[in-house]
C-alpha cells in the first residue's frame, strides 16, 4: 500500500457519460497529480494542485477538470466521454522535501 | 513534442547478466531525473534518481548515469533477477520552471528469461 488511495480501481461507462475519479493522497502530502496513461503511452501529465489551488496544468482536455477539497482529497471529473478517454488514471502525491511521487494503483476507465 | 524519450518499447535479459535500459532529453532546462518501474495492475514505484550535478548514483542493484552533455542517462541493473520483469519508465523535472511536474518516457518493458 503506497499510502495514495484511488477509487473506483474500475469503471465501465458509455460514451457521453460522466465520471468522477476519486483520490486521496498520503497523510501530509499537500500536492497531487493528475496523470493519464492510454494504451502504450507514457504517463501524461494532466493538472497538479497544491494545498487546494491549481498549481500547473497540461494536456488537460476542457471536458475534464479536477478539484482538491480541504481535506486535500482530489477528484478529476470526465465528462462526455468519448472512446479514446479509455485509459488508466493515475493519481500522485508529494511530500514538499522531495522530487520523486508516491503513486496510487490507478482507474482503469473504459468507455464504451 | 516528446521531451524524454525511451526508444526501447521492450528489453530481455538473461536472469544474472546486466540490464541496460536508455533514456534521452531534449529539454536542457531538466536537472533531476528519476526512474521509476511499474508491474501491471499497480501505480509506478519510485527507483532511484540523479540530481544533474552528479553522474552516477547507486543503490543496490541499481545505478543510474546521466551524461548532460548528451542529455542521456541510463539505467543499469546488475545482476538481473525475475523480479526485475516490470515496466521502466525515466522521467524528469526542473526546479527552473517553479514548478514539480514530472515528464515521462513512454516506458520500456524489461522481461528477465530464467
Known amino acids: 500500500d503506497s499510502g495514495v488511495t484511488q477509487t473506483p480501481k474500475h469503471l465501465i461507462t458509455a460514451t457521453g457519460q460522466r465520471v468522477t475519479l476519486r483520490c486521496s493522497p498520503r497523510?501530509?502530502?499537500?500536492?497531487v497529480y493528475w496523470y493519464q496513461q492510454s494504451l502504450d503511452q507514457g504517463l501524461q501529465f494532466l493538472i497538479q494542485?497544491?494545498?487546494?489551488?491549481?498549481?500547473a496544468k497540461g494536456n488537460i482536455l476542457e471536458r475534464f477538470s479536477a478539484q482538491q477539497f480541504p481535506d486535500l482529497h482530489s477528484e478529476l471529473n470526465l465528462s462526455s466521454l468519448e472512446l479514446g478517454d479509455s485509459a488508466l488514471y493515475f493519481c500522485?502525491?508529494?511530500?514538499?522535501?522531495?522530487?520523486?511521487?508516491?503513486f496510487g494503483s490507478g482507474t482503469r476507465l473504459t468507455v464504451v | 513534442d516528446q521531451q524524454v524519450k525511451q526508444n526501447s518499447p521492450s528489453l530481455s535479459v538473461q536472469e544474472g547478466r546486466i540490464s541496460i535500459l536508455n533514456c534521452d532529453y531534449t529539454?536542457?532546462?531538466?536537472?533531476?531525473f528519476l526512474w521509476y518501474k511499474k508491474y501491471p495492475a499497480e501505480g509506478p514505484t519510485f527507483l532511484i534518481s540523479?540530481?544533474?550535478?552528479?553522474d552516477k548514483n547507486e543503490d543496490g542493484r541499481f545505478t543510474v548515469f546521466l551524461n548532460k552533455s548528451a542529455k542521456h542517462l541510463s539505467l543499469h541493473i546488475v545482476p538481473s533477477q525475475p523480479g526485475d520483469s516490470a515496466v521502466y519508465f525515466c522521467?524528469?523535472?526542473?526546479?527552473?520552471?517553479?514548478?514539480?511536474?514530472?515528464?515521462f518516457g513512454t516506458g520500456t518493458r524489461l522481461t528477465i528469461i530464467p
Open positions: 494542485y497544491y494545498n487546494g489551488e491549481e498549481r
Open positions: 522521467a524528469a523535472s526542473s526546479s527552473n520552471f517553479g514548478n514539480e511536474k514530472l515528464t
Open positions: 500522485a502525491s508529494r511530500a514538499i522535501e522531495n522530487y520523486g511521487y508516491t
Open positions: 497523510s501530509g502530502d499537500l500536492s
Open positions: 540523479i540530481s544533474s550535478i552528479k
Open positions: 529539454n536542457s532546462m531538466f536537472d533531476y
